[in-house]
């Protein structure tokens, strides 16, 4: 049976589909390819150092929220990272035992954890940092000129592209967590 037999019996929209599936054609099989290979330079980056990027993202939004905010609680560090509860204790968990963060009782607020990098944590993170920035550095060098111009789309898809999923009606006061104010 060869592609124009399925086309005629309506199960496949042949047309729709060749242009939908062609790398060249679609922008979100481009963001997956293209993010499938940025992940595998950050995965050789990292692994030296013992950390998943998830890890990474954790441990450097923790440093980040300690030096401009001080204290910080598990759900505020996953609010920043833009990250799943569940998932982000599940990671600090790991990131506890193996001795780079410190997570007690928050002293404000008994239902929450306040979290910490230990000074092992903080010594990771640094070695880990320009390794992370040399893997960013000779991914993103193609683009050249255009990088700063890429960089600001990614941020307008990061900020505008709807939160919710398709056929959900969009809240009408969600929050930013990374902004003090509201989502514009």
Not at 54 to 73: C, D, N, P, R
Not at 131 to 148: C, I, K, P, W
Not at 157 to 183: C, N
């Amino acid at each position: 049976m060869g592609r124009d037999d399925y086309s005629r019996s309506g199960r496949i929209d042949w047309p729709t589909l060749t242009r939908s599936l062609r790398p060249e054609n679609s922008p979100g099989y481009l963001l997956w390819q293209v993010t499938n290979r940025w992940q595998r330079a950050l995965r050789a980056a990292l692994d030296p150092h013992g950390l998943t990027h998830v890890q990474f993202i954790l441990l450097a939004g923790l440093g980040w929220l300690e030096a401009k905010e001080g204290e910080v609680s598990q759900t505020r560090l996953a609010q920043f990272g833009r990250l799943d509860a569940m998932m982000t204790s599940q990671v600090l968990r790991a990131l506890a035992r193996a001795g780079l963060v410190e997570r007690a009782a928050h002293p404000r607020d008994h239902r929450a954890k306040a979290v910490r990098l230990t000074d092992s944590g903080a010594d990771t993170l640094n070695r880990a940092l320009p390794a992370v920035h040399e893997a960013d550095r000779a991914f993103f060098e193609s683009l050249g000129d255009g990088q700063t111009a890429f960089v600001e789309t990614l941020r307008q898809l990061w900020q505008y592209a709807p939160h919710h999923r398709p056929g959900e009606t969009a809240p009408r006061t969600a929050e930013d967590p990374t902004q003090t104010g509201p989502r514009p």
